[in-house]
């Protein structure tokens, strides 16, 4: 299934993009669970991993606040609303991953899937800019994750297995 997965990633990106369209034109009816059935039907037998697609969809509208936050000083010199909109919700899918799926999609993966969806949504520049922010963020966060795992609590033993 997991062969799937990024057929369901392209709806994801679908249903993310139409549905900040609409909410940025103001449509009130905007429902990114019902653009991202009407988009699935499209797809029906062929995204194996449904799940997958609508865990991704609505992470990331949960989390988008959170995301734009740890997006925005990884590009600073654009401002995450000056991102296309079709950049920006890749970026979103592939930093969600990263962040909160990694237990099940590996961060290489991620961020190969993010490039690619660069390469076939995006302009000719996208798939290198997707690359270096989400390249970016993995670092941080292995950096954060490396840091946390050496920061032992007072008391810890130390090198020499001697109390502190």
Same mark, same amino acid.
């Given at each position: 299934?997991?062969?799937?997965?990024?057929?369901?990633?392209?709806?994801?990106?679908?249903?993310?993009?139409?549905?900040?369209?609409?909410?940025?034109?103001?449509?009130?009816?905007?429902?990114?669970?019902?653009?991202?059935?009407?988009?699935?039907?499209?797809? &029906?037998?062929?995204?194996?991993?449904? &799940?997958?697609?609508?865990?991704?969809?609505?992470?990331?509208?949960?989390?988008?606040?959170?995301?734009?936050?740890?997006?925005?000083?990884?590009?600073?010199?654009?401002?995450?609303?000056?991102?296309?909109?079709?950049?920006?919700?890749?970026?979103?899918?592939?930093?969600?991953?990263?962040?909160?799926?990694?237990?099940?999609?590996?961060?290489?993966?991620?961020?190969?899937?993010?490039?690619?969806?660069?390469?076939?949504?995006?302009?000719?520049?996208?798939?290198?800019?997707?690359?270096?922010?989400?390249?970016?963020?993995?670092?941080?966060?292995?950096?954060?994750?490396?840091?946390?795992?050496?920061?032992?609590?007072?008391?810890?033993?130390?090198?020499?297995?001697?109390?502190?």
């Amino acid at each position: 299934m997991a062969s799937n997965r990024h057929l369901g990633r392209i709806v994801a990106l679908q249903t993310l993009y139409e549905y900040e369209f609409r909410r940025n034109l103001g449509d009130e009816s905007a429902d990114a669970m019902a653009i991202a059935e009407r988009n699935l039907e499209r797809y &029906d037998g062929v995204v194996g991993d449904v &799940d997958f697609v609508k865990e991704l969809i609505s992470g990331i509208i949960k989390t988008e606040e959170k995301l734009d936050e740890i997006l925005q000083p990884l590009a600073p010199e654009w401002p995450i609303k000056q991102i296309a909109r079709i950049d920006r919700n890749i970026l979103r899918i592939g930093l969600f991953e990263l962040v909160f799926m990694g237990a099940t999609v590996p961060p290489k993966v991620a961020i190969n899937e993010a490039v690619e969806l660069a390469k076939s949504f995006g302009s000719d520049s996208s798939s290198r800019f997707i690359n270096g922010v989400l390249g970016t963020a993995f670092a941080d966060l292995s950096k954060e994750k490396t840091d946390e795992d050496q920061s032992a609590p007072e008391g810890a033993e130390g090198d020499d297995g001697v109390a502190a």
